[in-house]
């Protein structure tokens, strides 16, 4: 029997280090089809979304969705250590021979007990190992903690290094594209300017962001679930306008070449589709068509006021619904599984960019008219 339960502990240990080894070390390069993390977010991340569809309010759904990417970590640290110290002490049972100091009977407990003061590193010998395996168990387990508090005092910072990174290229976003961004407004803004240089420049920037925050997602998982600051933004926003923008320019924009926007797509496209995987996205057929013939029309005559035109006939509509069907059913899936709303490809009315607005724009508004009217006054 207790031959048994050390086999089984060895194994549960090993679970846990490897799927901890695998998440925080080395999680780009080993995919298995069974893992402890991913069992752990799909787990807590559906009663959790559920909870949110109940929050009538906008913002307070958005508050509460933010709570969870950083809960998450805290809450995965909590059952890596957890389960560590659990199967330590399913190891001691096995191997048996302690000795209370108030000589009170050993059972499961007090070595559950015994496991936990020496993970931590606690020391309190209220509780000792009898045997010379119970004691090499106590010094292994005792430097097993030591060394996981170390990664753990290591990974929080990376994650949250990571997570600060993106959210750069997402804010500086807002003044290219508007809040919430959208292909229109990106190409409207700089679509027209006579060096197309500064429009390649920003596609270039953002498929050196989408690479990163390919790399990022995948090594840790997490990132997915973090929100970011503005209701109106979210990386998976953003990661789809700037798909849009492309296959907009290479479907055929007039007077813009594309050879940037390819290399942005397939980049951004790559993104995506890995991304998908990551966050357990399933492809839903009967998702609603972002880009109906009556939209199209609205940015074509967006586009048109700013200057630019996009080619007619059906060869530019065929072109344009390929490069959609590459990364729209993904990048649907994705927002449905995190809770994050799709950008439109056009604004129905216009809207003021983040930066624009502030908790005191009627009192400014208000105090410039009263200059204004004063000034009036001053002069008959």
Avoid at 30 to 37: E, G, K, N
Avoid at 84 to 106: D, P, T, W
Avoid at 243 to 268: H, P, W, Y
Avoid at 319 to 339: D, Q
Wanted: include cysteine; hydrophobic fraction near 45%.
């Amino acid at each position: 029997m207790h031959v048994l339960v050390i086999i089984g502990a060895l194994i549960f240990i090993f679970g846990v280090l490897l799927d901890a080894f695998e998440t925080i070390v080395l999680p780009r390069r080993v995919r298995r089809q069974f893992r402890l993390t991913a069992w752990f977010y799909r787990y807590t991340w559906r009663p959790w979304r559920r909870i949110t569809s109940r929050i009538k309010s906008n913002s307070r759904r958005e508050n509460f969705l933010g709570y969870f990417g950083p809960l998450s970590l805290i809450l995965l640290l909590v059952v890596w250590a957890g389960g560590l110290i659990f199967g330590m002490a399913l190891l001691q049972y096995g191997f048996g021979h302690h000795v209370s100091l108030n000589n009170e009977r050993i059972t499961f407990w007090t070595l559950l007990y015994l496991s936990g003061e020496t993970f931590f590193t606690l020391g309190l010998g209220d509780v000792l190992p009898a045997a010379t395996s119970s004691r090499i168990l106590t010094v292994v387990e005792g430097g097993m903690g030591f060394a996981f508090l170390g990664v753990v005092i290591g990974y929080i910072p990376t994650i949250y290094s990571a997570f600060s990174r993106r959210e750069i290229e997402i804010s500086l976003l807002d003044a290219r594209a508007g809040s919430p961004p959208t292909a229109a407004e990106l190409l409207a803004r700089f679509g027209g300017c006579p060096d197309q240089t500064v429009l390649d420049k920003i596609f270039r920037d953002w498929e050196h962001w989408a690479a990163e925050v390919l790399e990022s997602h995948l090594s840790y998982p997490a990132l997915s679930f973090f929100r970011s600051q503005h209701s109106n933004q979210s990386w998976l926003g953003a990661l789809t306008t700037v798909l849009d923008a492309s296959a907009l320019v290479i479907a055929g924009l007039e007077s813009v070449r594309n050879e940037q926007a390819k290399i942005t797509f397939a980049m951004a496209r790559h993104a995506v589709v890995d991304l998908a995987q990551v966050v357990n996205a399933r492809y839903d057929p009967e998702v609603p068509d972002r880009l109906p013939p009556a939209e199209l029309g609205r940015l074509r005559q967006h586009l048109s006021q700013r200057g630019l035109r996009l080619k007619e006939g059906p060869e530019f509509e065929q072109k344009l619904t390929h490069l959609r069907a590459m990364y729209e059913p993904y990048a649907h899936a994705m927002g449905r599984n995190l809770v994050i709303a799709l950008p439109p490809w056009v604004h129905l009315e216009k809207k003021k960019d983040n930066w624009q607005a502030g908790p005191w724009d009627r009192a400014i508004q208000a105090r410039s008219l009263s200059v204004r009217v004063q000034s009036m006054e001053d002069h008959f």
